[in-house]
């Protein structure tokens, strides 16, 4: 069965990085994309990157283009967020997914992580 575990998450002062890690096991997401979404209290669900696990082309939400970075190692199975210069508005919890479109939209991706909280102070 397949399982994301995010990890890494924290409570940080703005201006401060994170890394975000998301495991992957349970089946071959060789073909697919893996994407990190965020939701902040009464907020929708919106992608932040994405990453093809084969290629490695990735895209980034504008609000976090030049701050955030994605990567995946293949040998660990693991996809990465790493979070810089990070504002109290990133605050949200984060969410790994994985889906089979290179797509930011949350309903492409059928495997999702449970889910890890960042807060950023101000």
């Known amino acids: 069965q397949a399982q994301l575990v995010e990890s890494g998450g924290g409570l940080v002062q703005a201006g401060a990085s994170l890394r975000l890690s998301c495991a992957a096991s349970?089946?071959?997401?060789?073909?697919?994309?893996m994407g990190w979404f965020r939701q902040a209290p009464g907020k929708e669900r919106e992608c932040v990157g994405v990453?093809?696990?084969?290629?490695?082309?990735?895209w980034y939400a504008d609000s976090v283009k030049g701050r955030f970075t994605i990567s995946r190692d293949n040998a660990k199975n693991t996809v990465d967020l790493q979070m810089n210069s990070l504002k109290p508005e990133d605050t949200a919890v984060y969410y790994c997914?994985?889906?089979?479109?290179?797509?930011?939209?949350?309903?492409?991706?059928?495997?999702w992580g449970q889910g890890t909280q960042v807060t950023v102070s101000s």
């Open positions: 997914a994985a889906g089979n479109s290179y797509s930011s939209r949350y309903r492409d991706y059928m495997y």
């Open positions: 990453i093809m696990w084969t290629g490695g082309s990735t």
């Open positions: 349970g089946r071959t997401f060789g073909n697919y994309a």
